[in-house]
Nanobody, 123 residues
Framework: QLQLVESGGGLVQPGGSLRLSCAVS????????VGWFRQAPGKEREGVSC???????TNYLDSVGRFTISSDNAKNMVYLQMNSLRPEDTATYYC?????????????????WGQGAQVTVAS
């Protein structure tokens, strides 16, 4: 059973930065597409970014230059570096994974997900 644990969320001022971490255990990260999704209150979960071992990374938001996904397969970790944060980035951020798959934009297309990390951007 694959397990995903997010960390690194918190309260940050507009314009600030946070790095979210997703610790993956149970299987090697090499075989999984891992995506970051977020869900604000009253809204649907939306894709942020995704990464695979063979396909590189994909951004789903208009966040080029602000959000960067990366992975450290030796540590079985996936990261989301978030810069120039805005109040509209406030949401619970989830790490999700799907085996032997390319990146998918829909949150329901993934098999495993973590408990989420709250990110609040406010002054």
């Amino acid at each position: 059973q694959l397990q995903l644990v997010e960390s690194g969320g918190g309260l940050v001022q507009p314009g600030g930065s946070l790095r979210l971490s997703c610790a993956v255990s149970g299987y090697t990260l090499d075989y999984f597409a891992v995506g970051w999704f977020r869900q604000a209150p009253g809204k649907e979960r939306e894709g942020v970014s995704c990464i695979t071992n063979v396909g590189g990374s994909t951004n789903y938001l208009d966040s080029v230059g602000r959000f960067t996904i990366s992975s450290d397969n030796a540590k079985n970790m996936v990261y989301l570096q978030m810069n120039s944060l805005r109040p509209e980035d406030t949401a619970t951020y989830y790490c999700e994974a799907k085996a032997f798959s390319a990146c998918r934009s829909g949150a329901t297309e993934y098999t495993y997900w973590g408990q989420g990390a709250q990110v609040t951007v406010a002054s």
